[in-house]
Nanobody, 117 residues
Framework: QVQLVESGGGLVQPGGSLRLSCAASGFIFEIYAMGWYRQAPGKQRELVAV???????TYVDSVKGRFTISRDNAKNAVYLQMNSLKAEDTAVYYCNAEYPGTPLRFWGQGTQVTVSS
């Protein structure tokens, strides 16, 4: 059974930091691209960052220089370090696993990140 379990969300002040973690199980983690998406109220879900099985990383422009995605294949985990957080980063953040070129795609349940003073 495939599982993606996010943790690390919460309430943080503007300028603060959070580190999201996603623990994966039930599939061959190292061959999947792993990503973080977010969805703010009233908005569509958007890609935040993705790291391929080979370590190629892509960020949405709005988080470049502030967020860092990483993966640990030994622990079947992917992380999102978020620094210099802004109010507009407030959203539910979802972990995603995707096997490129196939319909294989999995989602976590999401973790809330709220940036507010």
């Amino acid at each position: 059974q495939v599982q993606l379990v996010e943790s690390g969300g919460g309430l943080v002040q503007p300028g603060g930091s959070l580190r999201l973690s996603c623990a994966a199980s039930g599939f061959i983690f190292e061959i999947y691209a792993m990503g973080w998406y977010r969805q703010a109220p009233g908005k569509q879900r958007e890609l935040v960052a993705v790291i391929s099985s080979g370590g190629v990383i892509t960020y949405v422009d709005s988080v470049k220089g502030r967020f860092t995605i990483s993966r640990d294949n030994a622990k079947n985990a992917v992380y999102l370090q978020m620094n210099s957080l802004k109010a507009e980063d407030t959203a539910v953040y979802y972990c995603n696993a995707e096997y490129p070129g196939t319909p294989l795609r999995f989602w976590g349940q999401g973790t809330q990140v709220t940036v507010s003073s």
